[in-house]
T-cell receptor, first 111, second 112 residues
Framework: GEDVEQSLFLSVREGDSSVINCTYT??????LYWYKQEPGAGLQLLTY?????DMKQDQRLTVLLNKKDKHLSLRIADTQTGDSAIYFC???????????FGPGTRLSVLP | SAVISQKPSRDICQRGTSLTIQCQVD?????MFWYRQQPGQSLTLIAT?????????ESGFVIDKFPISRPNLTFSTLTVSNMSPEDSSIYLC?????????FGPGTRLTVL
């Protein structure tokens, strides 16, 4: 079945770049997503990328997709304390209507 | 995008009781989803709720335990029935618009 994997924890210093990685198994994924969950809140859609793209940039966020290796990453430039949250990678394929979520990466930003 | 609200935002309930969670979307959507997020875990899909038809439940979830209503294109409810402490979780609703999903803020349920 479909599976999405992420490392569970990442710590960075304020001002540094963060890179959160995700791997997935479904080669028919059409869209891949990054969501952010702050403590006590729901999931906020940060960005998504269509599978025929290899990069997407949106202000401080850069998404890189290596479809051959089924690897997705989210880079946050100039990481701030407000970026501390759990980041979920998710994928959607052509035949499923629901998304498959990874376990989430807890990003801690140290002063 | 879609703005989604949920009520209640949190509740503490006694074992054996039931709680109904409401989800309101600010636009008409065909598909709504209900997820469970257990403490420290990722999201698990409970069911897909389409207007005008019965909800479709994922493996491990049954209608008797989690009845769902979808009376119109902007609203859905999830009931957690006969609760036990193992039902303590965050319950999230989401809508699919069209190739993205937007989530409500979640309902944090604690069962004593």
């Amino acid at each position: 079945g479909e599976d999405v994997e992420q490392s569970l924890f990442l710590s960075v210093r304020e001002g540094d770049s963060s890179v959160i990685n995700c791997t997935y198994t479904d080669s028919s994924s059409t869209y891949l997503y990054w969501y952010k969950q702050e403590p006590g809140a729901g999931l906020q859609l940060l960005t998504y990328i269509f599978s025929n793209m290899d990069m997407k940039q949106d202000q401080r966020l850069t998404v890189l997709l290596n479809k051959k290796d089924k690897h997705l990453s989210l880079r946050i430039a100039d990481t701030q304390t407000g970026d501390s949250a759990i980041y979920f990678c998710a994928e959607k394929n052509n035949y499923g209507q629901n998304f498959v979520f990874g376990p989430g990466t807890r990003l801690s930003v140290l002063p | 995008s879609a703005v989604i609200s949920q009520k209640p935002s949190r509740d503490i309930c006694q074992r054996g009781t039931s709680l109904t969670i409401q989800c309101q979307v600010d636009s008409q959507v065909t598909m709504m989803f209900w997820y469970r997020q257990q403490p420290g875990q990722s999201l698990t899909l409970i069911a897909t709720a389409n207007q005008g038809s019965e909800a479709t439940y994922e493996s491990g979830f049954v209608i008797d335990k989690f009845p769902i209503s979808r009376p119109n294109l902007t609203f859905s409810t999830l009931t957690v029935s006969n609760m036990s402490p193992e039902d303590s979780s965050i319950y999230l609703c989401s809508s699919k618009v069209p190739d993205t999903q937007y989530f409500g803020p979640g309902t944090r349920l604690t069962v004593l």
